[in-house]
């Protein structure tokens, strides 16, 4: 089956405290990307990539970092959360650029105490 | 920068109504506009893809249209049902590969 995959679907953690959210598309899709999702303001891209080791700063970059060392993977990393970013987080893919749709994973509930 | 809006940003209405949400953006140098459905705590599900040649798109009880000159696109909901119930939101590319999401309209739909 078709799909982007998000792991864990729910964490809680403590400030300060390194972590990495898992995401895998098995489509073949040359973009991936990183959205936080929060009350009030919507969603908002972090990071997104184009395709291997290529990967650029969406709306909301502070705080995270991100690898594309595999077509496959883009995993978000939080060197040192904070509760502000505390946060509903959904991976993206679509096929390639220009006109293509995108497929969101199921999401990760993230809570940073 | 690109600025979505949508109206309203809650709905609710008895099953069988037709229902019209409307989604607005600030720069029409879009390539393409995006549907998409979100059920409370889950993912988002993809509806209907404008490309930006077109001006409507169909699936279903679904029918989004694309005005680019005006900056708004409408997805048209035909004889809702309580199973349409969902937040709806649009999606339209900022300045390349990055999107910009409207903030969504929430629809109820009461048996």
């Known amino acids: 089956e078709a799909q982007v995959t998000q792991n864990p679907r729910y964490l809680i953690t403590v400030t300060g405290k390194k972590l990495t959210v898992t995401c895998s598309q098995n489509m073949n899709h040359e973009y991936m990307s990183w959205y936080r999702q929060d009350p009030g303001l919507g969603l908002r891209q972090i990071y997104y990539s184009m395709n291997v080791e290529v990967t650029d700063k969406g709306d909301v970059p502070e705080g995270y970092k991100v690898s594309r060392k595999e077509k496959r993977n883009f995993p978000l990393i939080l060197e040192s959360p904070s509760p502000n970013q505390t946060s509903l987080y959904f991976c993206?893919?679509?096929?390639?650029?220009?006109?293509?749709?995108?497929?969101f994973g199921p999401g990760t509930r993230l809570t940073v105490l | 920068k690109q600025e979505v809006t949508q109206i309203p940003a809650a709905l609710s209405v008895p099953e069988g109504e037709n229902l019209v949400l409307n989604c607005s953006f600030t720069?029409?140098?879009?390539?393409?506009l995006q549907w998409f459905r979100q059920d409370p705590g889950k993912g988002l599900t993809s509806l209907l893809l404008?490309?930006?040649?077109?001006r409507e798109q169909t699936s279903g009880r679904l029918n989004a249209s694309l005005d680019k000159s005006s900056g708004r696109s409408t997805l048209y909901i035909a004889a809702s049902q309580p199973g349409d119930s969902a937040t709806y939101l649009c999606a339209v590319p900022n300045y390349g590969q990055n999107f910009v999401f409207g903030p969504g309209t929430r629809l109820s739909v009461l048996p």
């Open positions: 993206a893919s679509r096929p390639g650029l220009g006109v293509d749709e995108q497929f």
């Open positions: 404008i490309q930006s040649s077109q």
């Open positions: 720069d029409s140098a879009i390539y393409n």
